[in-house]
């Protein structure tokens, strides 16, 4: 196997220069069609991803992408339009196109880019460009690696779904008629491996990943394996549950889920759609009064740090929630301008989003709990977002005493999201740092669980 690297020498700043050469021509191009105002986004994406499974190579993919996506307005009337061919035919029968799509809609008095003394000014090194020249053989040896750790960790192991090493890098330039330029580049590292222990109707399947920033802060692959298989091994001969009300503690790497069904239903779209239970709640307390989530969008080496969002719009620190109060919405501008809001400075999302921890490590959850579930998996998408009903398929671990007592499986857990924010009792110190939600295990007083 040619042991050459998929990646370049790092030419990623002479590549931003281009980019942003091509953004400006082509507001420039969207200026002389007509258009009030504009915006450009220009990005590039490349990647080698590794996987194996059984000891054998199954697939080696080199990727790279590029796309450039094009926004006019001509007065509230807006047009899009997108291509990934850089010919001077294509870029001006792209602009054209959606010069041609803005002509045609109707006006919508939100519509336009974000106001101009939003942008941002100060572009600090933020710390998440950390390109890997990694070369095909050593993602190969990688991967072969972290599977036979976890696959000669036991005997009980009776097969694998692979195990796989992924690098990648983006590059990106946002540029609008307000001036505006903003150029970013970053990278993330992976490697991971998925076990079957077990035979015929008793097998189990789990896994476990790192993933990083650099790829020197990744686990090490044999030890990622061995956690692999120590998860997998770990679910062997479940149990079901009595139907009933119990404490339900959501391991870290799941309680992140919560905030995403939180930040869904104070997200701009399903605000100005009345499609949320939290309509209307800003100022209202939903959480227990020391509870808090912070954003963190200029966190150095964060895992989603930016300077300025989906619209060039300068991020900052702010709460979310603060002494269980929600203090303010996910917006952009255009869902804020239907709000008659500001934007938040969130289009595209959210930036590095830290809960605040009132309990200790993982460990010391499970002793406060003493009896009840936790809860390491969840299935189906059972969450109504007007009403807040959840309702979710589960597996995990029944506790008692404190320690976890056995694996048990094809349950559900359910109840309101309302009174699942509001029965928080305890969020624990022990985060899972591979999302940029950073959330320890949280423990919920009670909810029901349906079993047997």
């Avoid at 986004?41 to 054998?56: A, I, P, Q």
Wanted: glycine share 12%.
């Amino acid at each position: 196997m040619n042991a050459t690297a998929l990646t370049s020498p790092d030419d990623s700043l002479a590549r931003l220069e281009r980019l942003e050469a091509l953004s400006q021509r082509l507001l420039e191009r969207a200026r002389a069609h007509g258009a009030t105002q504009a915006e450009v986004s220009c990005s590039e994406e490349t990647g080698l991803n590794v996987n194996v499974r059984l000891g054998d190579v199954e697939t080696v993919e080199s990727t790279r992408d590029r796309g450039i996506g094009v926004t006019v307005y001509f007065g509230q009337r807006k047009g899009s339009a997108s291509t990934a061919d850089l010919r001077e035919e294509s870029l001006e029968a792209t602009v054209a196109q959606a010069c041609a799509i803005a002509r045609y809609t109707e006006d919508d008095d939100a519509s336009g880019l974000a106001d101009a003394a939003l942008m941002a000014r100060a572009f600090p090194d933020l710390d998440v460009w950390h390109p890997w020249a990694l070369e095909i053989d050593h993602a190969v040896d990688l991967a072969l690696a972290c599977e036979a750790a976890g696959r000669d960790a036991d005997a009980r192991i009776a097969n694998s779904d692979g195990a796989s090493v992924g690098s990648g890098e983006s590059l990106s330039v946002y540029a609008n008629s307000h001036g505006f330029i903003g150029r970013e580049r970053d990278t993330q590292h992976t490697i991971g491996c998925a076990l079957i222990a077990g035979q015929g109707d008793g097998m189990q399947r789990d896994g476990w990943y790192s993933t990083a920033l650099s790829h020197r802060e990744l686990d090490d692959p044999a030890a990622i394996g061995r956690k692999a298989a120590e998860r997998t091994l770990s679910r062997l001969q479940p149990r079901s549950l009595a139907t009933g009300e119990y404490p339900v503690l959501f391991s870290a790497e799941v309680a992140r889920s919560l905030v995403g069904h939180l930040l869904g239903a104070v997200s701009g779209g399903a605000l100005y759609r009345k499609a949320s239970f939290l309509l209307d709640h800003v100022g209202q307390r939903i959480f227990p009064d020391w509870f808090a989530i912070e954003e963190l969008p200029l966190l150095p080496h964060g895992l989603r740090s930016s300077a300025f969002d989906a619209e060039g719009v300068a991020t900052k620190r702010s709460h979310l929630v603060r002494d269980g109060v929600l203090e303010r919405y996910v917006l952009g501008s255009y869902s804020a301008r239907k709000l008659g809001l500001q934007t938040t400075g969130n289009a595209g999302g959210v930036y590095n989003l830290q809960v605040k921890a009132n309990a200790g490590g993982f460990d010391a959850l499970l002793g406060g709990m003493r009896t009840g579930l936790l809860v390491t998996e969840l299935m189906g998408q059972g969450v109504n977002g007007v009403t807040g009903d959840y309702s979710r398929g589960a597996a995990g671990f029944w506790v008692e005493d404190g320690v976890l007592a056995y694996p048990v499986d094809g349950i559900t857990v359910a109840g309101n999201l309302k009174a699942i924010f509001a029965g928080i009792e305890a969020v624990g110190s022990d985060v899972d740092r591979r999302s940029h939600v950073g959330v320890g295990s949280i423990l919920v007083g009670r909810m029901t669980v349906a079993g047997e």
